[in-house]
Nanobody, 115 residues
Framework: QVQLVESGGGLVQPGGSLRLSCAFS????????MGWFRQAPGKEREFVAR???????VYEDFVKGRFTISRDNAKKTVTLQMNNLKPEDTATYYC?????????WGQGTQVTVSS
């Protein structure tokens, strides 16, 4: 059983920064691919960024150069540093963990970018 708990969301002005964290409860964190997805009101959930157990990362084009995903296997956490935030980044952000047929989601944390 895996539990994911996100934190760090909030209200920020355009151009500002936020740092999201995801705490992983369970075993074998280091073998999981960890990712962040987001869902804006009225839209489908979409991929944001992913970090593999190797440490390699993948980003959706609309966050490249602004967001950075990282993981700490010792602390069993994954973070998403978000810089130069835009109003279109407003969404609920979800942490994801998957390996093979095992796929887990957190409850989400709200990010609102507004002046």
């Amino acid at each position: 059983q895996v539990q994911l708990v996100e934190s760090g969301g909030g209200l920020v002005q355009p151009g500002g920064s936020l740092r999201l964290s995801c705490a992983f409860s369970g075993s074998l964190f280091s073998i999981y691919t960890m990712g962040w997805f987001r869902q804006a009101p009225g839209k489908e959930r979409e991929f944001v960024a992913r970090v593999f157990n190797s440490g390699n990362t993948v980003y959706e084009d609309f966050v490249k150069g602004r967001f950075t995903i990282s993981r700490d296997n010792a602390k069993k956490t994954v973070t998403l540093q978000m810089n130069n935030l835009k109003p279109e980044d407003t969404a609920t952000y979800y942490c994801n963990a998957f390996v093979s047929a095992s796929n887990w989601w957190g409850q989400g944390t709200q990010v609102t970018v507004s002046s």
